[in-house]
């Protein structure tokens, strides 16, 4: 039964897409006979679902005489800007095998954008290490950029959820306890918000209790950079009872329990150009537990940028839920450790 749901589901799509119906925009990138190939195919089917805008291609010589008839949009070394303007939903790579370059620079180029990755299937070498699928056009392969399967996903996401909830409802006396202790010593709201960079590079509000008086309700700045004040602060800060909310922003599926720690957009934008791969982070949501915090001896990313960067890169290449369990736990461990020192 669930068999032929699915087939009916997938036959009613495509007569959608046939009449122009829930297309996808989409760019090719390649500009020689895979590319060409590929486009005729897909103008040929329109049932596959894609809008096809134009190519970006590898070769100028093939830009300038643009054999088949379809718009130019620029080249690779332009994929990032292309995608932003066009509102591209995906990439399309129709390389050819001698090509030279590699498939994570051209993710890298996109990273802050939330497009989908399809592959002919011939390029192996250039998947190769990359988890794939195939699609139900058999035409291509969707690209993950970790080696995490769609169960696991949706897995991890329920973790987060189920253990958000519990956290925040079964010791909400004590949450409301150290809310009315920060109002009476810090005054104004208990809770603060600090601007960060989410997955893809979108800002998002990230919860956090009020250490200070100085603190203001919102700030793009990192969670730590006002300088805790009394006994209260201090605490807060020395226990890591200062992140609880933060439970909030996972239940809401901003963040995960375990990712790459949170940046502000300003620290993010002075490391970025010495290093030229923290893009990379924007691949998953950041997380409350990191391989880096419960691995590195440094206190923040501007502490040993480059080592904290190698973390948070075997974290992404490695991503699985046994991976995920090992640095929750270890996380836990340093959480009520902190709160015996």
């Not at 009916?8 to 046939?18: E, G």
């Not at 370059?101 to 192996?124: A, C, H, K, Y």
């Not at 309700?217 to 200062?242: A, D, M, Y």
């Not at 190698?310 to 959480?335: C, H, P, Q, V």
């Amino acid at each position: 039964m669930l068999g032929i749901g699915r087939g009916s589901f997938i036959f009613l799509i495509r007569k959608l897409h046939a009449r122009g119906r829930f297309r996808r925009k989409a760019i090719i990138v390649g500009s020689k006979e895979n590319a060409r190939g590929l486009f005729e195919k897909i103008s040929s089917n329109p049932q596959f679902g894609y809008q096809v805008v134009g190519f970006v291609g590898e070769d100028e010589g093939y830009l300038r005489q643009n054999p088949s008839g379809l718009k130019v949009l620029g080249k690779i070394k332009d994929l990032g800007e292309i995608a932003r303007e066009e509102k591209i939903q995906d990439i399309l790579i129709a390389l050819q095998p001698d090509w030279k370059g590699s498939l994570q620079e051209l993710m890298n180029r996109v990273s802050n954008l939330e497009v989908s990755f399809e592959i002919v299937p011939d390029l192996t070498d250039l998947f190769r290490g990359y988890q794939t699928a195939p699609l139900a056009t058999s035409l291509l392969l969707r690209i993950f950029p970790s080696q995490m399967r769609t169960w696991e996903w949706a897995l991890k996401r329920l973790f987060d959820a189920l253990t958000s909830m519990v956290v925040l409802v079964v010791f909400l006396p004590i949450w409301i306890l150290l809310g009315v202790l920060i109002k009476l010593n810090f005054k104004g709201f208990p809770l603060v918000k600090r601007g960060c960079l989410g997955k893809a590079g979108g800002i998002i509000g990230i919860y956090k209790f009020k250490v200070s008086k100085e603190e203001l309700g919102w700030e793009n700045s990192s969670l730590t950079s006002k300088s805790p004040q009394g006994v209260l602060g201090k605490f807060l800060r020395s226990s890591g009872l200062e992140k609880i909310p933060i439970f909030v922003n996972i239940l809401k599926g901003e963040m995960s329990l375990v990712g790459p720690e949170p940046l502000c957009q300003e620290t993010f934008e002075k490391l970025s150009s010495n290093l030229p791969l923290l893009p990379k982070r924007l691949y998953v949501k950041p997380g409350l537990f990191s391989l880096a915090k419960i691995k590195g001896k440094f206190t923040d990313y501007m502490d040993g940028a480059k080592e904290y960067l190698l973390y948070d890169l075997r974290y992404i290449e490695n991503m699985s839920l046994y991976f995920d369990t090992k640095i929750f736990l270890g996380g836990l461990a340093l959480f009520i450790k902190r709160q015996f020192t």
